[in-house]
């Protein structure tokens, strides 16, 4: 299902560093999902349990840490989404915001958990923090992945 950006990983060296064998356990995600209320998408839940981590130009894509790690590892989704939450005027700004990847840069991407597909991905905005304006950045995850690769190596 997800051949064409696995073949992608497998070679793209320049601005994807990823680790191997240090994916997510199911269990872990369930847990996620359990305290976010919804289910992440497929090809976000993919990405988790084959990579689940990864650094692209000196930032990190958020990924799922060990729930005993959890509480201080800044490159958890949920660690990100709880300092969000804590944070009462970014909330209520982006409801429906699930940080994905902040690089070093002037945008951030997130999912909009507002809308989901028929095959449950959310799409990915990227947030020009400059300018403050919102775009359609990708349609699911593995578009999104592809599209970074391909513009950063």
């Known amino acids: 299902m997800y051949e064409r950006l696995a073949d992608k990983l497998e070679t793209t060296t320049s601005a994807l560093k990823w680790f191997p064998g240090h994916g997510a356990e199911e269990s872990w995600i369930v847990e996620v999902e359990q305290e976010l209320g919804f289910r992440l998408p497929p090809s976000y839940r993919w990405w988790l349990v084959h990579y689940g981590n990864a650094r692209l130009n000196g930032g990190e894509i958020l990924a799922i840490s060990a729930p ?60 020009d923090l400059m300018n403050e304006l919102i775009d359609k950045y990708a349609s699911t995850f593995a578009e999104f992945l592809e599209r970074l690769i391909d513009e950063r190596s």
């Open 68 to 127: 005993e790690h959890r509480e201080y590892d800044d490159s958890d989704l949920l660690y990100i989404h709880r300092l969000n939450i804590a944070e009462d005027w970014w909330i209520s700004r982006f409801p429906n915001r699930l940080d994905l990847f902040v690089p070093d840069s002037d945008e951030l991407y997130f999912f909009d958990t507002s809308s989901r597909d028929e095959q449950g991905e959310f799409p990915i905005m990227c947030y």
